[in-house]
Nanobody
Framework: EVQLVESGGGLVQAGGSLRLSCVAS????????IGWFRQAPGKERKGVSS????????YYDDSVKGRFAISSDDAKNTVYLQMNSLNPEDTAAYYC??????????????????????WGQGTQVTVSS
């Protein structure tokens, strides 16, 4: 059984930092692209950042470039999202998702929300002003 389990969300003041983790099990990690997506109340789920595990290529939405960093630890089947300089607009439920055979990080970020094979349950990030 494939599972993606997110953790690391919470309440933080504007300007603060959080690190989200996505632990994958039951899949061949290297065969996937992993993406982080977020959904605020009343808004569509949107790609934030993604990584192709096999080659480490990455994608960032313009709204998080320079503030967020995605990385992977293949030994732990884990993808991290380091989020710095958080602002209230970053408040959302954050989900990780995995797409088998996706070799383009940009595509994972833009269309992964429609084609991902597996999703985690989400973790809430709330940034207070």
């Amino acid at each position: 059984e494939v599972q993606l389990v997110e953790s690391g969300g919470g309440l933080v003041q504007a300007g603060g930092s959080l690190r989200l983790s996505c632990v994958a099990s039951g899949l061949s990690f290297d065969d996937y692209a992993i993406g982080w997506f977020r959904q605020a109340p009343g808004k569509e789920r949107k790609g934030v950042s993604s990584i192709v595990i096999s080659d480490g290529s990455t994608y960032y939405d313009d709204s998080v470039k320079g503030r967020f960093a995605i990385s992977s630890d293949d030994a732990k089947n884990t993808v991290y999202l380091q989020m710095n300089s958080l602002n209230p607009e970053d408040t959302a439920a954050y989900y990780c998702a995995a797409t088998r055979g996706m070799t383009n990080a940009l595509n994972m970020g833009l269309i992964g929300v429609y084609v991902a094979d597996y999703w985690g349950q989400g973790t809430q990030v709330t940034v207070s002003s």
